[in-house]
């Protein structure tokens, strides 16, 4: 009786245990919303006196980690996966000189459109959407930003503090 109790035991935590493997093995347990910006700067090695710009929605997280002086970037972008998955997984990431100087849209197959920029250009507004259907998006002409667009967004019309129309360049991945 105690015996059959003890290898009933070991049963169930052996098969807990292949369990556990499986769904390690299988890399459906993603990074947290909450701990993708440590996540970051653990895998990259990002100085935790570097600043961060944030956009996230339910498909991409994408960070801009910038210095004080905004001479320096680098950038991580995560992606939710389709089916089995939890949290959000690294995508793309590392330094890029049209951050540096420009806006940089990368785009990502199938779940949106990450832009980052040091900001250099002083955008203060992107406008997406066509004529009858546009939305403004005020930014900070003084700071760096990260932000998520859909895929769908329309035509996407960045202005600076002069209300020159800003130059954006593309970055197709298949992520």
Known sequence: ?????????????VMILLAF???WQADILGVSAA???QDARENQ???????????????????????????????SIYVSREGLSFGYFFGKGGT???MTENVEAVVLEDKGIALLSLNHDEVCKIVV????DETVIPVNPGKPFALVLP?????ITLYDTRENVVTLYDTYTGI
């Open 129 to 132: 959407g066509e004529d009858s």
């Open 35 to 37: 701990r993708l910006e």
């Open 1 to 13: 009786m105690k015996l059959e109790k003890i290898s009933m035991l070991l049963g169930v935590i």
């Open 96 to 98: 890029d000189a049209y």
């Open 151 to 155: 895929l769908d967004c329309g035509e």
């Open 45 to 75: 090695k990002i100085d935790n006196s570097w600043e961060v710009a944030q956009g996230m929605n339910e498909d991409i997280c994408a960070m801009l980690f910038y210095t004080q002086e905004r001479d320096k970037c680098t950038y």
């Open 21 to 23: 493997l499986i769904v």
